[in-house]
């Protein structure tokens, strides 16, 4: 008696192609689609079980609905003049309305009640212009990654590096400097004006004038001696966050 009519639509129909190198497992999808109202059970079969990796390679399709079937070749060292045996086959039938086990059903079917769909195998090597286009590809996608990467780990590494108690003593310690040198600015400020002040009085001449004059630039003297000695604390806690931050 002669088999019952598939009832899955299968893409492709007839043959599943992979593309090589075959270095590295090769993926091939088959769609298969239940267009009928009646729940479909199906198998997936292959020649070579040792050279194929399916998933899902049984299961239920609901009606109305698909699936996606991913066929993985192995990785094997490719002969072009080698022609390929492999071959597929989609086995399905109709789910019985009262069924509670998959596996019972398979063996309890009929062979009237079986249908069957046959995939030969198909192996292609990519051209050399497709080669070049792809390594091009691969050599954008991995320089920009880098890029990537050398810009996300620089300041995981530099903040890493520094412990947050540490952090936050220099921060402290930098707002107080800035807040020394702005009260330093401005009293280097009125001691200029009051300097001023000095030169345009007359009155104030000779030995007084003298004393006034000395008592500024010791002032100033010192002034510059504080300014300096903060630039040079500056300079160093510069230094102990760039080894902190290497």
Known sequence: MARTEQVLVLEPQHELKFRGPFTDVVTATLK????????????????????????????????????????????FDYDPNEKSKHKFMVQS????????????????????ELMDSKLRCAFEMPLENDKTQESEINKTVSSSTSVKTEHSVLPKSASASLDDGEVKKIMEECK?????????????????????????????VGAPHS???AATAMRDEGLSTRVL?????????GVIIGKLAL
């Open 176 to 204: 107080r400097l800035q807040m020394e040198v702005q009260r330093l600015r401005e009293e280097n400020k009125q001691i200029r004006e009051d300097d001023g002040l000095r030169k345009r009085k007359v009155t104030s």
């Open 32 to 75: 298969l689609t239940n267009p009928t109202d009646r729940n479909v059970c199906f198998k997936v079969k292959t020649t070579a079980p040792r050279r194929y990796c399916v998933r899902p390679n049984s299961g239920i399709i609901d009606a109305g609905t698909s699936i996606n079937v991913s066929v993985m070749l192995q990785p």
């Open 211 to 213: 004393s006034a004059m």
């Open 93 to 112: 039938m109709l789910a019985p309305f009262d069924m509670t086990d998959m596996e019972g059903v398979w063996k309890e079917a009929k062979p009237e």
């Open 229 to 237: 000695a903060l630039c040079v604390l500056f300079f160093v806690i």
